[in-house]
């Protein structure tokens, strides 16, 4: 009979009541995103990823904000009135109160931890027996953070807040990150015992520490490896620098794939996208949401994606792409324009000026300059010619053009929607096609020009007689 292992519970409790004064946002703190996404996401995908039981988070000020925003994603716990990270925590008692398993304490604005962090607290939680493990940082300059008081063995025997500590106690560099792995059932017990008799009023979390210290139970602490992850935001000075510290860690993880880019603090690339290996990314570029390149592309300068799948061996410039689908062997720019649910089949080619927006371009034709094409479906090997424009909108609704396969679009054409042009039709330059055409046509729809032979000097007697009257 093989093993058979029971997992552990493992409870997450997110602390964000608090004002988030600093900010001076309207918007809650932990909304403000780094990189294109809300911080509390880069939490709770960790969360997520580490495959927690039950994900509670507390929330006061704007805490309908953030119930809108994460409606499904957590447990909301309300706390009316803020009294301390302790009082905070007793908040969720009703969900976590007698339960196995280990309860893990996040502040919410603290978004740079990444699971190997987390999970060797967890480890070391559970290799060492503890009833709560502290996640501890070295920092040069602790001002402000509570100190990890450690005793002659090196044991962990308190926690003691910036206000409340003595000279002594504030040369200690080892500070709380706010991030904490407790046994949960002797975290509620200990949480009934902490009181607020201390410089702030407040019922501190850190106080749990030294209450399951003095009854002799093991208490632990994991010191981070990389101190910059400790960082917490509370204005948006340090939101910057938080942004530019996961940006590196964004960039470096694509750099260490197999992907190059060039002049790397131009790039913004967000922590959701995926990039193939040999794709080369150039100065200015940005890459946000859930796109995703392939390999051997060529991306920028200056290219602008939000939510773009691209296959491989694609060349996209200056342009802006949102909501979209590029295939492989596709040149799009410099200076497209490509707006959601728009797709371009392999071997596309979208050139200079071209306003794209839902059109579907089949393999191989093209829209090379100085065109726009929406509400459109475009088969395979067109041509669309400088200057095309599907009229898709009448001022009251939005109407459909379909190109099919072969079809040759002369230069200026207009496309009065709704209208089809068929296989191997072919529109005379200048054209302002109204009714559909058939399959091999020629159609035209211009007026016919008018030639006066030796007209100009006549044009000129007149034009100087009238002008000395
Ligand atoms: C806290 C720790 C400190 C640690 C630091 C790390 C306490 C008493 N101190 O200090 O040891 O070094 O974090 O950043 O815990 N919150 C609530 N309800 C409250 C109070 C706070 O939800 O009643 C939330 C806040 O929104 C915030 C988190 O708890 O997300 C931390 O609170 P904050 O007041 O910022 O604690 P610090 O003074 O930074
Ligand atoms: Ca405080």
Redesign the pocket.
Same mark, same amino acid.
Do not use: C, F, M, S
């Given at each position: 009979m093989g093993a058979y292992i029971v997992k552990e519970n493992l409870n997450a409790v997110?602390? #964000?009541? +608090? $004002? !988030?004064t600093r900010m001076k946002s309207k918007k809650h $703190? *932990?909304l403000h995103e780094l990189c294109g996404k809300p911080m509390i996401h880069y939490i709770l995908d960790t969360l997520e990823d580490m495959g927690t039981t039950q994900t509670l988070m507390?929330? =006061?000020?704007l805490g309908e904000t953030l119930e809108e925003a994460l409606a499904g994603e957590v447990t909301f716990v309300k706390?009316t $009135?803020?009294? +301390?990270?302790?009082? #905070?925590v007793m908040q969720t008692e009703e969900f976590l109160q007698g339960k196995d398993g280990i309860t893990l304490v996040l %502040? !919410? /604005?603290?978004p740079l931890f990444t699971k190997d962090t987390l999970q060797s607290l967890i480890q070391i939680h559970r290799q060492k027996e503890a009833a709560a493990t502290v996640l501890t940082a070295e920092l040069a300059d602790p001002t =402000? @953070?509570?100190?990890v008081i450690r005793q002659g063995d090196g044991s962990v025997s308190r926690? *003691?807040?910036?206000k409340d500590a003595t000279e002594e106690e504030r040369s200690v560099h080892e500070?709380?990150? =706010?991030?904490y792995c407790f046994h949960n059932k002797k975290l509620f017990e200990a949480l009934k015992l902490v009181n607020n008799n %201390?410089a702030?009023g407040? @019922? @501190?979390?850190? /106080?749990v520490i030294s209450i399951l210290q003095e009854q002799g139970e093991v208490i632990a602490a994991s010191m981070m490896a990389d101190e910059k992850e400790?960082m !917490?935001v %509370?204005d948006r000075f340090q939101l910057a620098e938080a942004e530019a510290y996961m940006q590196q860690r964004i960039l470096k993880t694509h750099m260490l794939n197999g992907v190059t880019i060039h002049q790397p603090s131009s790039v913004t690339i967000g922590p959701d996208v995926e990039i193939d290996s040999d794709t080369e990314i150039f100065p200015g570029s940005s890459l946000k949401g859930n796109t995703k390149i392939g390999n051997n592309c060529v991306i920028g300068p200056e290219a602008d994606l939000f939510d773009v799948l691209v296959a491989d061996h694609t060349k996209i410039r200056y342009s802006v792409i949102e909501d979209s689908e590029i295939g492989s062997n596709v040149t799009v720019g410099p200076y497209a324009y490509i707006r959601p649910n728009t797709s371009l089949a392999e071997n596309t080619k979208v050139g200079a000026f071209v306003d794209l927006k839902n059109a579907q371009i089949g393999k191989g034709s093209k829209v090379s300059h100085l065109a726009y094409v929406g509400d459109a479906e475009v088969g395979q090997n067109v041509n669309v010619a400088c200057g095309v424009v599907t009229v898709n909108y009448d001022g009251f609704t939005k109407h459909k053009t379909v190109i099919k396969d072969g079809a040759f679009i002369g230069c200026n054409t207009n496309l009065v929607a709704p209208v089809t042009v068929e296989e191997k039709a072919y529109i005379a330059a200048g054209s302002t096609i109204t009714d559909d055409v058939p399959p091999e046509a020629f159609a035209i729809a211009r007026q016919k020009q008018v030639t006066k032979e030796n007209y100009v000097p006549k044009l000129r007697n007149k034009i100087n007689r009238h002008n000395s009257l």
């Open positions: 997110i602390l #964000a009541a +608090g $004002k !988030g $703190k *932990v507390v929330i =006061g000020h706390q $009135k803020q009294l +301390g990270t302790a009082h #905070a %502040n !919410g /604005d603290h =402000g @953070y509570g100190r926690i *003691v807040e910036h500070i709380n990150t =706010g991030t %201390n702030q407040e @019922y @501190y979390l850190p /106080d400790a !917490g %509370n």
